[in-house]
């Protein structure tokens, strides 16, 4: 039979699930040498199902509550607040009432306790669930217990608790909840104590927080804690606060509010004994549990300055980026926002787009990339090359790395490897090729190879199986890498980046106006970016002259997409235009680099949305008539240009270098989209040679989902087709992994502490309310923000401002609906801001937290030429 009751000495790992999150840490700690934890029992998950499993009008009510989305806030407070008056007052079994009671003669029935909710959702590795439910102290009595026992049993569908499930993932009905009942500590001082910085998120620093009383007048934020931080051994950190009113056991029951008599105020609430005695039993914790912890602690219960500390509750820190496999000090670089892809890659995806850096500095952690730039940095060469590199992609990143150069003590710790120093940062870390000048007819010879080489891959990839596959797509790497590193396409790259730099600078000087270059890269010739973005006007202008295709496109099914178009008026016209598209641009889908991610060939409704915002917001014919319109202001840009530097001092000349840096920019400024569109092809040819394996090993039961194989590695794969055998329980364990990734940011910059650097931004000259960041593509316009994250939930209208976290290739048709672009990751030379100002959009990139700061709806004006946003 399951118990009702457990004492923590009958506690293991096992019974979590009896437990809960809480009740298992603590029955944990009180068996670790030196550590106290206040004496208790917890009343189990089985007590909570027995009672509330006896009420079938709870049961309807999770049921209606389990519909309910994040935007449902009003029926998810009503729903919530009835399972909550119905837990209270339920009726406890009298067999569950003597067990507790049995325990609570073996606390002392006369005792103060302390009565704790533990959920089996909380405490976890991957989200803690921290605040979500109650707990309650000082509660005197059989009665008084029991109706607080239920309390915590209700506080499950605390409306916060109940959000931040559905937030997260986890269903209503899995989640149980057990109690914990311990006997009742009376501290003189209390706290909480990280044991890595949860700001910085350094690992070697410890933070505590201490206020005195009970800590909950720090938890519910009614005093500024005394805040102390603490390096192996020495306190690096102390703000002692005024301390005015403190929390602490009522006479009667309960917590009162008791004023801090004026002597005690200002006093340290910790002496420098006692916070070094806490570092030691937090490392002593954490080192017990193999990760950082958040532990609830006090002193001082019998008022000796020497008292013992007791551990409340200890929990995984769950908003702690992972830190990759690599002894310090280091300095590691997100590849993620070089790449416009911030999200977590499965294994699949991380290890074969990391194929691409084989032999080169490249380290994974949290399902991201990161590079690791220690050797070069370390040198004064190096460095510049470094930051010159990094600053064109992303200047956050370039501003983090900034401001930790004038950290003294850590740079002179960095020690670059032999023959590292004064190397440069080409793409990937590589060696800077031999320089090659600028040659406008090399593009065709470099398309024309890159083509070829992809047509001939096909053929191959086509005809192997087995171990024959994943041989020619390791050879075909080193293809690739060739391509794409080839000195002749780097030459062209940089000849635009060039052309671009010297045009604004100088006409800037010479004719008092910014970002000249970015109306005179509009409508260039052969960017295959903005062409896809533009042909797929064509499709809507088939789509828009069919009711029925535009009825059916508001609620499209994945499944059967092209099957119901078949069925409809107009549907085959749509089919043979969508296939058309897809034939060039299919390969393609938001998140790209990520080889498991689905292209719009395998789902095309993701276009859809596009599709319907083309029709409501763009005039028939609209491909043609924009390009030559953009092509025109180009033109006009030009001669206008020319014809006022022709007006000044020395001005032929001018107007001659002029000429040429134009047309140096336009005759290369479009293939710097291509080199990724030609990778992105070679992944889409990769995946469907090991989509084949994996129906092989579907089909002969090796894998339950053919999805499965995302989460193996490359060569683990590769071991699953030879062996016809994978470990079902890693795949589990990395899609839950996986998830918890996905939930968390990547740092730009971050050591090997774990620390992460942010970017000292600038807010000089930009009006007070404004947000900074980088000017991508000149011009000011205002509208209606849209802040999407995903491309196929983009609802615009005409006029409407795209705010998202970042854009690859593959959001480029929805720029061809929008009046401008704010990003949070990129810099003047990554793909948005390209295909930005070749669309004519003002744009601003790198805004932090942009996404967060500006609401959706929200009327705003982007100043592409000084690089703000402005809220209005």
């Known amino acids: 039979m399951t118990p009702y009751v457990l004492g923590f000495e009958a506690i293991d790992r096992a019974r979590y699930t009896l437990v809960g999150g809480k009740g298992a840490a603590l029955a944990e700690l009180s068996r670790i040498e030196g550590i106290r934890v206040p004496q208790g029992f917890c009343v189990t998950t089985e007590a909570y199902r027995r009672t509330v499993g006896q009420c079938d009008e709870h049961h309807d009510l999770l049921e209606r509550l389990s519909h309910l989305r994040m935007h449902d806030r009003n029926a998810v407070r009503e729903i919530s607040a009835d399972i909550r008056r119905l837990i209270a007052g339920a009726d406890v079994d009298e067999a569950i009432g003597q067990d507790i009671f049995h325990q609570l003669s073996l606390l002392g029935e006369g005792r103060a306790h302390a009565v704790r909710s533990s959920a089996t959702s909380e405490d976890l590795p991957t989200a803690s669930f921290a605040g979500q439910q109650d707990t309650y102290l000082n509660i005197r009595g059989r009665d008084a217990i029991l109706q607080h026992i239920r309390k915590c049993w209700a506080s499950l569908f605390a409306e916060r608790a109940v959000i931040y499930r559905i937030q997260n993932g986890f269903s209503h009905r899995a989640v149980l909840m057990a109690v914990v009942v311990q006997r009742m500590v009376f501290p003189r001082v209390a706290g909480t104590m990280f044991t890595a910085d949860p700001v910085t998120s350094n690992r070697r620093v410890l ?6 009383g009970l800590a909950e007048a720090l938890v519910s934020g009614l005093v500024n804690p005394d805040v102390y931080k603490v390096r192996e051994g020495r306190i690096v950190f102390r703000q002692i606060s005024s301390k005015r009113v403190a929390v602490c056991a009522s006479e009667d029951g309960g917590t009162e509010r008791r004023e801090v ?16 005695r806490l570092e030691g039993l937090g490392r002593k914790i954490e080192a017990h549990f193999g990760s950082p912890q958040d532990v609830e602690w006090c002193v001082n219960a019998d008022g000796s300055p020497d008292g013992p500390f007791h551990i409340l509750q ?106 590292e120093a004064g190397q440069g940062v080409a793409r990937g870390g590589r060696r800077p090729p031999a320089v090659v000048r600028f040659q406008p007819e090399v593009i065709p010879d470099l398309i024309a190879r890159s083509e070829a080489s992809v047509h001939a ?36 790259i940089m000849a635009g980046t060039h052309a671009t730099r010297w045009l604004n600078r100088n006409m800037e000087r010479w004719l008092g106006e910014k970002g000249i270059a970015d109306a005179l890269s509009q409508s260039v010739a052969n960017n295959v970016t903005s062409e896809m973005g533009l042909a797929l006007l064509d499709v809507a202008d088939v789509v828009r002259q069919h009711p029925e295709v535009i009825g059916y496109f508001q609620h499209p099914d994945a499944d059967t997409f092209f099957a119901d178009l078949a069925g409809l008026a107009g549907g085959d016209a749509v089919t043979r235009s969508l296939r058309a598209y897809l034939d060039p641009y299919g390969m393609r889908c938001a998140g790209e680099i990520d080889i498991t991610r689905a292209r719009w060939t395998e789902e095309p409704t993701a276009l859809v949305p596009v599709l319907l915002n083309h029709v409501q917001n763009s005039e028939p014919n609209s491909r043609a008539t924009r390009f030559e319109a953009g092509r025109m202001e180009a033109e006009r840009r030009e001669r206008d240009i020319l014809g006022r530097l022709a007006e000044l001092s020395n001005g032929k000349r001018r107007a001659a270098a002029a000429a040429r840096m134009i047309r140096t920019l336009r005759s290369s400024i479009a293939y710097r989209e291509y080199p990724k569109y030609a990778y992105i092809q070679r992944f889409w040819i990769y995946k469907q040679g090991l989509l084949r394996e994996a129906a092989s090993l579907l089909q002969h039961g090796v894998i339950r989902a053919r999805d499965d194989v995302y989460y193996l590695t490359f060569e683990e794969f590769r071991e699953a087709v030879r062996t016809r055998h994978v470990d079902h329980r890693l795949v589990a364990s990395r899609q839950a992994e996986h998830e918890a990734h996905d939930r968390l940011m990547p740092p730009r910059v971050m050591t090997s502490e774990g620390e992460v650097i942010r970017a000292e931004v600038s807010k000089r000259d930009i009006p007070r309310d404004a947000l900074p960041g980088i000017a991508a593509s000149a011009g000011v316009v205002e509208g209606r923000a849209r802040v999407v994250f995903r491309m196929q939930d983009a609802a615009i209208e005409d006029g409407d401002i795209l705010v998202t976290r970042f854009t690859d290739p593959s959001w480029t048709p929805l720029f061809v609906s929008v009046r401008g672009l704010v990003t949070e990751v990129g810099g003047v030379m990554t793909h948005g801001a390209v295909i930005a100002r070749e669309y004519g959009l003002p744009a601003v990139v790198s805004v932090d937290s942009a996404t967060t700061l500006i609401r959706d709806g929200q009327r705003i004006r982007v100043n592409g030429t000084q690089g703000y946003v402005e809220p209005l």
């Not at 008599?261 to 070094?276: T, V």
């Not at 070089?338 to 084989?358: E, I, N, R």
Request: glycine share 6%; no cysteine; net charge positive.
């Open 207 to 212: 933070s505590i927080d201490a206020s005195l």
């Open 261 to 276: 008599e004026p002597a005690r105020q200002n006093r340290p609430a910790l002496s420098r004994e006692q916070i070094l």
């Open 314 to 419: 200890s929990r995984p820190i769950t908003t702690l980026f992972p830190l990759p496999e690599k002894d310090g000090p280091r300095v590691y670089v997100s590849v993620g926002h070089q790449q416009m892809m911030t999200d977590a890659m499965k294994p699949l995806g991380l290890s074969v787009f990391g194929l691409l850096y084989q032999g080169r500095p490249f380290y994974k952690a949290g399902g991201r990339l990161f590079l690791d730039l220690t050797d070069r940095f370390a040198s004064p060469d190096g460095r510049r090359a470094v930051l010159e590199a990094i600053g064109a992609s992303d200047p956050l990143t370039k501003a983090a790395l900034v401001s930790l150069t004038r950290r003294k003590t850590f740079m002179q710790s960095l020690k670059p490897a032999q023959g």
């Open 457 to 492: 891959l096909r053929q191959r990839i086509a005809s192997v199986s087995g171990d024959d596959l994943f041989d020619a797509i390791l050879q075909d790497q080193a293809e690739l890498r060739t391509i794409l590193f080839d000195p002749r396409s780097i030459a062209v």
